[in-house]
T-cell receptor, first 109, second 116 residues
């Protein structure tokens, strides 16, 4: 059965304290893996698309990496405005999309 | 701003009533997706269109749900005989996948449905 699992469910960091969020997947026929940020009461905001193992992408304090079984979202020196829920999603060969349940990140000043 | 727009943003209805939501995608995007999201969960796929053709529907989608995309532009999602379990955020996303490429979706702000 295709599955996407994100960990931890919730993460509290002090401002400036770097950490990583994990997205592991057990799917067949992966076409792409996506990271989104979602603020309360709003739609997800696109961050990154990763296509193949070994790929890395960066944007400001965020860096996403992909292996054959998981993806990491590294947050370097986070700020309070980085507080949000971070979602990962996978696209399969048949154009199905599955989202994880997200990691709720809180950055404390 | 030419992002995805959804209307209404909030809808409160009584059980048994019908509701309809509208989504206007980014203008050049030919794919349009509908998702449902409940508190603490990720978005759950409902259905998607390529231009005006509805290509896939989730097995979880009740026959009380119907979606249309006339002329391949905006889309509507209708829920008939609403139930309290339909209370959720309904999200629309659009994309323009290049041939063979992955399908990066851009989401709208969502419609929050509350069924009393």
């Amino acid at each position: 059965e295709d599955q996407v699992t994100q960990s931890p469910e919730a993460l509290r960091l002090q401002e400036g304290e770097s950490s990583s969020l994990n997205c592991s997947y057990t799917v067949s026929g992966l076409r792409g893996l996506f990271w989104y940020r979602q603020d309360p009461g709003k739609g997800p905001e696109f961050l990154f698309t990763l296509y193949s193992a070994g790929e890395e992408k960066e944007k400001e304090r965020l860096k996403a990496t992909l292996t054959k079984k998981e993806s990491f979202l590294h947050i370097t020196a986070p700020k309070p405005e980085d507080s949000a829920t971070y979602l990962c999603a996978v696209q399969l060969s048949g154009n199905q999309f599955y989202f994880g349940t997200g990691t709720s990140l809180t950055v404390i000043p | 701003d030419t992002g995805v727009s959804q209307n209404p943003r909030h809808k409160i209805t009584k059980r048994g009533q019908n509701v309809t939501f509208r989504c206007d995608p980014i203008s050049e995007h030919n794919r349009l997706y509908w998702y449902r999201q409940t508190l603490g969960q990720g978005p759950e796929f409902l259905t998607y269109f390529q231009n005006e053709a509805q290509l896939e529907k989730s097995r979880l989608l009740s026959d009380r749900f119907s979606a249309e995309r006339p002329k391949g532009s905006f889309s509507t999602l209708e829920i008939q005989r609403t139930e309290q379990g339909d209370s959720a955020m309904y999200l629309c996303a659009s994309s323009y996948p290049w041939r063979g490429a992955t399908d990066t979706q851009y989401f709208g702000p969502g419609t929050r449905l509350t069924v009393l």
